[in-house]
């Protein structure tokens, strides 16, 4: 842990975590008040609940497939804290237009004509900024950080986006019920964000300078191409985004999931993300101890296979809750905690989340530590390209499966099967980690 607490006090590395840790933290109040709102006021059925979370997902995921060729290009020949000051300053101005949205639906104000499609546009935006700042969080890092720390740096960054996301979604739970507090908020928190942008280090470009492809498709294709050569790196890429397709479905149903099934307010829908957030966030610390700074997969398909498990647990006791001992009220936080299974509700959800940080977070330090330095922020769009893809098919998926009226524990079900692929592919890319060992080598 002594490398976590020096990287914790070195300008190095410090305002970038607390940059990206506001940066998740104000997306997830404004994403999440901006759903609970709607799924718990403005809807009233689990299939149009349930459409409009996919749709919400959907268009925050859309601007990474289509833009992060052009965010990776950009932060391997700009700098890289340059950068981060300029999307940051877009922020405000995104908030600014969000924070109408929510004023406009808190007081019945042309709801459905401009209110929704304001917030949708800025989630959208929300989704536009993250793409570029994605690359850069991650490629950053071996700029600023010694070869042994990477890992490190990898799992705090990823501890501290979910942690940020957990502030964020408890957030959002308290301000579901008072609009008017979360619009003045989430302009705040970008305005914060903003001023410890600014004290991000300098972070010039590596290499040689190259002409930059705006258009997104043949820039994107040519990224991932790319890619595939690498077999470390491409196998990291398609089980991070297999990864994230089962945590978008799951993330889609948890909202309608706690309405509809366990008859909970949205205060208990937002307990479920900050327990899955907890859980990442634990995983992600837990896995760099186990591996002691080595990037390697060597848990990758043993995590996976635990957190499909646990999935199965979650369905199990979902299908169990026993209606006939619950009101048609919507429970709040105490009154669902009443309930036994609740707790295993929880834990179930604690260790699907531990286990996926575990899976997840030493993929990620292969695509920094594996590729050269001065291609590092592509290859992270490149994962971001097939991530949201990925993500975009679970959204679509999810909105599928809710139109042809299947219910929504046995959606859940469905991500833990989708695990066995993870599975599969952790196992590829532990194979393609020894492959490229040198000879006598151990993992």
């Known amino acids: 842990m002594s490398t976590t607490t020096e990287l914790l006090r070195a ?106 499609p304001l917030l949708l546009a800025t989630l959208f935006g ?52 008072s609009i008017e507090i979360a619009a003045f908020a989430i302009i705040a928190f970008a305005l914060i964000g903003y001023a410890v942008s600014r004290q991000v280090p300098t972070a010039p470009p590596m290499g040689t300078q190259e002409t930059i492809d705006f258009n997104p ?45 366990l008859m909970a307010d949205p205060k208990v829908a937002s307990l479920f993300l900050v327990f899955f957030s907890i859980g990442v966030a634990i995983g992600s610390v837990a896995v760099n101890m186990l591996l002691k700074g080595e990037v390697s997969a060597r848990y990758a398909p043993a995590s996976v296979a635990a957190m499909g498990a646990m999935v199965a647990v979650f369905y199990f006791v979902c299908r169990a809750w026993n209606a006939g001992l619950r009101s048609q009220e919507l429970m709040d936080v105490s009154t669902f905690l009443s309930y036994p299974l609740a707790w295993v509700v929880l834990g179930s959800l604690l260790l699907i989340a531990i286990f996926g940080g575990m899976f997840v977070v030493p993929l990620y330090a292969f695509l920094t530590t594996r590729v050269p330095a001065n291609v590092t922020s592509r290859t992270v769009a490149a994962n971001n390209i097939v ?54 080598q151990a993992i």
């Open 11 to 116: 300008r190095r590395f410090l305002p970038l975590f607390v940059t990206q840790l506001f940066n998740a933290f104000n997306d997830n109040v404004y994403k999440t008040t901006m759903v609970l709102f709607v799924v718990y006021t403005v809807y009233n059925s689990a299939e149009t609940e349930t459409m409009f979370s996919s749709l919400a997902s959907g268009l925050f995921i859309l601007p990474f497939f289509l833009l992060s060729a052009l965010a990776g290009q950009l932060a391997d020949l700009r700098d890289k804290a340059r950068l981060i000051r300029r999307i940051k300053f877009a922020e405000i101005l995104l908030m600014s237009v969000g924070a109408v949205g929510l004023f406009l639906a808190w007081r019945g104000i042309a709801v459905d004509t401009v209110a929704i």
């Open 126 to 177: 929300t989704g536009v900024q993250s793409a570029f700042f994605g690359p850069i969080k991650y490629a950053i890092l071996p700029q600023h950080l010694k070869p042994e720390e990477v890992l490190a740096g990898t799992g705090l960054v990823e501890a501290g986006t979910y942690i940020a996301i957990m502030g964020g979604v408890i957030l959002a739970g308290l301000l579901s019920e």
């Open 217 to 261: 498709f043949t820039s994107s294709w040519r990224l991932v191409r790319d890619t595939v050569h690498n077999r470390e790196v491409w196998f990291a890429i398609l089980a991070i985004s297999f990864f994230w397709t089962i945590g978008s479905v799951l993330f889609i149903q948890f909202p309608p999931l706690a309405k509809n099934v």
């Open 387 to 440: 991530n949201s893809g990925a993500m975009v098919v679970g959204s679509l998926l999810a909105f599928a499966l809710s139109t042809i009226g299947v219910p929504l524990a046995e959606q859940v079900l469905l991500s833990s099967a989708m695990c066995l692929v993870s599975i599969w592919l952790g196992y590829r890319l532990l194979v393609a980690e020894r492959a490229a060992r040198p000879a006598g």
